[in-house]
């Protein structure tokens, strides 16, 4: 049985990040990497979890409950677009950025990490988007999007706009 640690899962995100491509996940973690369209990458987990990741993205997947199966993405640059179906036991699945936290229990939705601002767009279902270690959260709706930054002012959930949608749907090969 192969055993990863955390730290030695950074370390190789690192060094393929260096590289500029987008960073595979040890297979442990119940996922197959294979390309898309628009030179984007597509994680096929355990589970039906489907991750898209856009070119360059800086990423790591976690296993929180050291369960094997892939549960959240520590996003820190660029964007993923993930399909979660309905998980047996309520379990959440999130997309972890320095300035948010999005969770779900089946959704399709897409995180945006850019410099100090964190976008969040959700295509079906609902979404749970708040920030790290302080109050307040808003749920998101099909069509919905916040942008989360590292200020105090509050999150304000809006209709995207159609020309946004398909901006950051392009980025991802959508």
Known sequence: MNVFTRASIVTLAAVIACLGEALAQPA????TASPSPA???????NGGITIVV????????????????????????KAVLVNV????????????????IAAVRGTEWAVDAEGNKTSVFVQAG???VRRPARPGSVTLSPGDGVD???TA??????????????????????
């Open 54 to 77: 856009e070119s360059g993205a800086q990423f790591t997947l976690l296993d929180r409950d050291r369960n094997g199966r892939v549960d959240a993405v520590d996003l820190q640059s």
């Open 28 to 31: 442990n973690f119940g996922c």
């Open 153 to 174: 002012t509050p999150l304000v959930v809006r209709r995207w706009p159609d020309a946004r949608v398909a901006a950051l749907m392009a980025r991802l090969g959508r």
């Open 126 to 128: 609902r979404v749970g």
């Open 85 to 100: 179906p309905k998980q047996k036991g309520g379990r959440r699945f999130e997309v972890l950025t320095p300035q948010a």
């Open 148 to 150: 989360v930054d590292t």
């Open 39 to 45: 030179l984007t990458q597509t994680l096929t987990c």
